[in-house]
């Protein structure tokens, strides 16, 4: 009898433990975007409202594997979209970590050449899984449920191509799952943000992820007066050596009157739609 009672208890401990994960997996309407405190680098997850994940470069090293296991649920081992936006080492050695950690099921990056040790290691485990790979320019979208990404930059096709400067070739994009919107830059830098202006194309945005860690090579005035961004997250490493966020952009971004968030003091930024 105490058997029966025994087993009786367990199988409604499993019901109950199942049921949790069944309506944790149903999502709660509400878009997450977390800029991970990576130290000197960047990383950024996105959840979107139905519980599909989406990762934005992965710092320098492995730190973001405890970032995400703190934020992931237990269970949660699949990465549906991961963006590299330029194959710095600050933005791409962590994704080699999580790329042998979490199933990665796709993989959005431009293709750029780069003679970096840590992209070389980050596309042989690409191609050694068999993750599919998508490359963008600035003519392509991307739309998952009610999350939609307008890639604005680069603005052609950079496959193959070689950069003086990597960072003129980051994916630039805003990111829109609810009433606000997000404007993700990677490391582009003034040249790149002019190219943006230029053409005329939408760059307003409520929450923008600083350009290149908040550096003065970024972050324009005329980009953020075209922005008007509402609130700033600059994502970048407690004393870093290149002494990042640089006091002009915080110059900039306090005449504006924009909220700023740092990883740097903050640790991990969340912000929710």
């Given at each position: 009898m105490k058997k029966y009672w025994f087993?009786?208890?367990?199988?409604?401990?499993?019901?109950?433990?199942?049921?949790?994960?069944?309506?944790?997996s149903l999502g709660d309407a509400r878009m997450r975007v977390?800029?991970?405190?990576v130290d000197q680098?960047?990383?950024t997850l996105v959840r979107t409202p139905m519980n599909e994940y989406v990762l934005i470069d992965g710092g320098p090293g492995d730190k973001v594997l405890e970032e995400l296991s703190a934020i992931l649920p237990f269970y949660e081992r699949t990465i549906d979209v991961l963006i590299l936006t330029h194959p710095h080492a600050?933005?791409?050695n962590g994704l080699v970590d999580v790329l042998k950690r979490y199933d990665v099921r796709q993989v959005v990056t431009t293709g750029a050449s780069y003679g970096d040790a840590g992209y070389f290691k980050f596309l042989g485990l690409v191609r050694e899984k068999g993750v599919e790979i998508v490359y963008i320019d600035g003519s392509s979208d991307y739309k998952m449920g009610s999350v939609f990404f307008d890639f604005l930059f680069p603005?052609?096709?950079i496959q193959g191509k070689h950069f003086e400067n990597i960072n003129n070739s980051s994916i630039t994009f805003r990111l829109f799952g609810g009433e606000e919107v997000y404007y993700f830059s990677g490391d582009l830098e003034v040249e790149g943000e002019e190219m943006l202006i230029e053409a005329?194309?939408?760059?307003?945005?409520d929450v923008f992820q600083a350009g290149h860690h908040g550096s003065r090579t970024s972050n324009s005035e005329e980009l953020l007066d075209m922005m008007k961004p509402q609130v700033a997250v600059i994502s970048c490493g407690v004393d870093?050596?290149?002494k990042h966020p640089h006091?002009?952009?915080?110059?900039?971004f306090r005449e504006r009157g924009t909220l700023v968030h740092r990883t740097d003091l903050e640790g991990t930024v969340e912000v929710g739609i």
């Open positions: 087993y009786a208890y367990a199988g409604v401990g499993m019901l109950i433990f199942l049921l949790v994960i069944c309506l944790s977390y800029f991970l405190d680098g960047d990383a600050d933005h791409v603005m052609e096709s005329g194309l939408n760059l307003r945005a870093n050596r290149f006091a002009e952009t915080l110059r900039k």
